[in-house]
Every structure is written in C-alpha cells, then in structure tokens.
C-alpha cells in the first residue's frame, strides 16, 4: 500500500516476453562459436531439453537463512523469473528467482536485517484515482505476518512503497518474550500483493525456540511446507488481475513450489509438519489418508493441549504445526478434500507419504508444556468494538466482471489516507467482527498483535485459541476475541487474508496511540 500518489514517474514499459508454454518445447542451446556447426557443413537445430518430471519429486525445502550472533543479516531480490511447476514453465515475479523465498530462522530478542532490492521493470500503470482498483504490480514492501514488532519507520511498515529500480533496507527486532513458532513474510503493497503473493513471493520465519523441552518434538524432523494455489494465465504469466478474481481461477495445488511432491518417513516416525497459508486466496480442508493430523500449535503460539483430527481446515495467513506419525509401510494421498466457503473451495492432491524401510519407533508428546500467553480475564478489558465485512456483486454474481465487485468493511472501501481505529496504547479490547456477506466466507487478519478467540458464531470457545487470522462464516457468521494493544504504537491493517478481497477493498488502518 502506499501514503503518497505520484512519487514515481511512470513509464509504458513492454511485458516481459512471454514463456513457452510446456517445458517439452524446443530451447535453442547456445555454443561457443555461432557459427560451429555451420563451418562443419552441419545444422542439428534446436536441442529439445528434456522436461522435468511433473510430479512425485521428493518434497524441496526452500534455502534456510540463520541469524547469527542476535542479527539474521541478508538479502532479497523481487525479479521475474521462470519456474517449473507442475509440468508448466511459468513467468513470474519472485524472491531470489526461486519458487518461494529463502527459509528465516532467528530467535526472540534478535533483529532481522535486509536489503530488499526491487528488480522489477517499471509500472505501467497510473495511480488510480479509486485505491480499490488493483494496480502498479510491480510496487512492494515486506510484511513479517503475525509478529508482534514495531509497525513503524524501516520495521514491519507496510505503509512503504519500494518501487521498481531501487533498494531499500528492512529492520525488525522482536522483542526478547516474542513467542516462538512458525511465521511467514510476504508483500504487502496495497494495489499488487494479491498478484505477487499468487505468483509464489513468500517465505517462512522461524522464530526459534518453542517446545524445547519436549524430546518428542525436538526428536521430530521438519518439514517447511508453504501452501500454494497456481494459477496462471495462457502466456504462463500473472499480469491482468482477471487472471485471480474467477472463483475457478486455480489450476492445481501445490507446496514449496511442486505439484504433488513425494513425503518420505519410515513406519513409526514422527514428523513435524510447519505449515504455510500461502495460497492467495482460497481456504483448504486438508487431509491426509489414513492418519491423524496432531496440532501443536496455531498461527507460530503453541496450544495448551495437542489437538488431533481427521480433517484440518486451513486458511491464506493462517499457520499449523502438526505432529504426522507414518503408519504402515505403503503410499498415502495428503490432499485438499471438497469445502463450501461460500464457493467450492480448491481441491485435489498436495503430497504423497511413501512410508518405507525400518520401522522407527517414536512416541507423540503425552502433554504440551503451558501456554506463553495468558488467557484475557473479564477484569482486564478496558473497552470493546464491532465491525462489519459486506460485499456487493452484480445480480448474476458467477457472470460479473471482478469491477462490478465491492468488498467493504463498515460500509467503506480501503482508504491509506484514512484512521479507521483508534486505539491507545495498553487497551485491552474485545471485538466482534461479523460477516454479513451473503456469498462468501472471509479471513479477518490483524497486524502486530495476536489475539484471543472466545466465540465463534455465538459459541462460546471451551479452550480459547490465540491467533492472527481466523474464518468469519458468511450470513451473519461472526467471531468474538480480545487483545492487548501493548509495546508498539502506530498505524498497521485490518484486513481479509482472502487476497482478492483485500485488493479490491476489504481493509482497514489501525492507529495505536499514546497520550
């Protein structure tokens, strides 16, 4: 998002030269000499590559960065690139060139340092005079989702534009009782985040640390697993916003970038699965054939008690650590199954679990240790608010242009040059967030301080959850929680994790004050 219009003298900048569309299409291969072949009387044409495989690749995590000495000192290029996905090869804007971003792994009390430098071409595109409109793609920033830092200057500011052609450096320090867990980072400049979040720019923060003193989990290999919906349209590319709006748009799933890799444990092993909301959009029933899927804990805060089931429902911003012990020898589909959100969520094969070898006997922890965040009594609340999320759509909603399309938060667009709430520093609040949209389930989402669900849908919650995003159902769904706005003053965002939904409006700006 941006505070200031017109800083950057805009240019008609050609697309980027569109990609083959399949990887089997021929590649010329370049030699030495142009004219080698030639002088020899031959001319064998172009090489064909061969086409990487598809699908059931072993799983890739992507490159892991560590903080060193209380500072995570690094680097990050926004440039297109080509990627192999899913026997596709697409052209898209990323992190380093790579499918996803390097893996942060740091520990609380330390500082994050990067030198983000914007690699993109020129926009080619206006401001709009309606903020609601998508635009300017190639503008970014960085947002470290769901910590609790400094909203503010060169930290978590997504009030920044980084505008093509530039550098520009990042500093976030976690303060020293940050809760450790799995975050994530990705952009969030209002206008293109929804098209550089589908085009794979995010990366996982580990915030070292939790559960140490469980030999069960620490005994458990990682998994970093960032969720993804691909989507892409005839030229392998994301440049015109119709190619995300359509509630069809996805292709397939896919995590850390491959479609349907392959998982590898051996009967009996515990893993521990870190999982990623990265998808743009859309919500995912996740399963995984013929075992349980043991929480651990919610959005990087452990739970108090692990919480196993047969179906996960998983939504873009949240995060899930699970605990997977491989069952007996043979292969099992980790995949999304059918959910209504409204319309029919994404569904189809994410990994496949190869469970072979030597059985490897370990246990699953008996109990969690105690929570780091205490639970929000009646006496501390110091005051409570409501808001509304609503739509608007055409009367043939399947038919409409993604223009005909609103989506609102108390009656009002998003507006960077407005305060939607106030709140003074050390308030402790409950809110109600309700969801009077007809069509569509939503994602509320709110930067820099976690917060604690009571209810949902008028229910009272028997262990309430922390998070930093959770689903508010559609007509007249509605969720209760309460936070302490403490340490940090200034102005962040409210918004739908939907990314569809916050480019087209659904979002709000949030001032912490101090009298």
Known sequence: ??????????????????????????????????????????????VVEP???????????????????GVLQTTLACRYAYKNIGGQRLYLRSYEGAPFGPTLRMKPGETLKIRLTNDFP?????????????????????????????PSGIADNVMRSMVPGKKYDIEITLPKDHTCGTYWYHPHHHGGADVQMASGMSGAIIVEGDFADVPEITAARERVMLMAQVVFDAFGMIENFSTLFPETATRFL???????????????????????GSQYQDDMMLELERHDLHVIAYD?????????????????????????????????????????????????????????????PMKLPARLPKPPLEDIKDSELTGGRTLVLSATAPEADAAGHWQEFSFLIDGKSFDPHRIDQRVKLGAVEEWTIINTHEHDDHVFHIHTNPFQVTQINGVPQKEPLWRDSVIVERKGGSVVFRSRF??????????CHMMNHEEMGMMQTVEVYKE
């Open 122 to 150: 020129p926009n080619r595109d206006p401001m709009p005079a309606n903020m609601a409109i998508p635009h300017q793609f190639n503008n970014t920033n960085f947002h470290f989702h769901g910590a609790h830092c400094s």
């Open 254 to 276: 896919a995590i850390n970038g491959q479609r349907r890799p392959t998982i590898d444990m051996r009967p009996g092993e515990v893993q521990r699965w870190r999982l990623i």
């Open 486 to 495: 403490l340490d940090y003053t200034g102005i962040f965002m409210l918004h």
């Open 300 to 360: 990087g805060i452990p739970v108090r008690n692990m919480q196993s089931m047969k179906k996960l429902l998983f939504a873009p911003g949240q995060r899930a650590d699970i605990l997977v012990q491989a069952g007996a020898p043979g292969t099992y589909e980790f995949r999304a199954l059918p959910h209504d959100q409204g319309h029919p969520s994404p569904v189809g094969p994410l990994a496949r679990v190869v469970v072979s070898g030597d059985s490897m």
């Open 1 to 46: 998002m941006i505070l200031s219009r017109g800083a950057e003298a805009q240019h008609q900048h050609p697309a980027p030269p569109p990609p083959p569309l399949q990887q089997t299409q021929a590649q010329p291969r370049p030699t030495s000499h142009p004219h080698d072949h030639a002088a020899m009387g031959l001319d064998p044409g172009p």
């Open 51 to 69: 086409a990487p495989p598809a699908m059931d690749q072993p799983l890739v995590e992507p490159e892991v960065r560590q903080s060193v000495k």
